[in-house]
């Protein structure tokens, strides 16, 4: 399901006109990549899904090609994990 689709099946199951569905998804997304990525808040959506910035120590690594040690640097990630009711929907979907 691409974006377009996700606000045309909200709009459905919602009655809000898909021109604000999308507007609330560009506002959801444009709160949570500030307040994750820039202020390195935790989003929690009970139930749903969290976000939250992780940090991603330097390490040695290896070139599959060549086989040469490389340092990899520091980096910061962003965690993405379901929450129970998402866990458990797909669980019982299958």
Same mark, same amino acid.
């Given at each position: ?7 045309? #099946? ?24 500030? /307040?994750?990525? /820039? ?18 120590? /330097? ?14 640097? #520091? ?6 994990? #379901? ?5 458990? /929907?797909?669980? #019982?979907?299958?």
């Amino acid at each position: 399901m691409n974006k377009s689709e996700l606000c045309a #099946a909200i709009s459905g199951s919602t009655g809000v006109s898909q021109s604000d569905v999308d507007k609330v998804l560009k506002g959801l997304e444009e709160t949570v990549t500030s /307040a994750v990525c /820039a202020g390195g808040d935790k989003i929690v959506l009970s139930g749903f899904v969290t976000f939250e910035r992780g940090h991603r120590a /330097a390490r040695s690594g290896r070139n599959p090609q060549t086989g040469e040690t490389i340092q990899i640097a #520091a980096a910061n990630t962003i965690k993405i994990s #379901a929450g129970s009711k998402l866990k458990a /929907a797909a669980k #019982a979907s299958t």
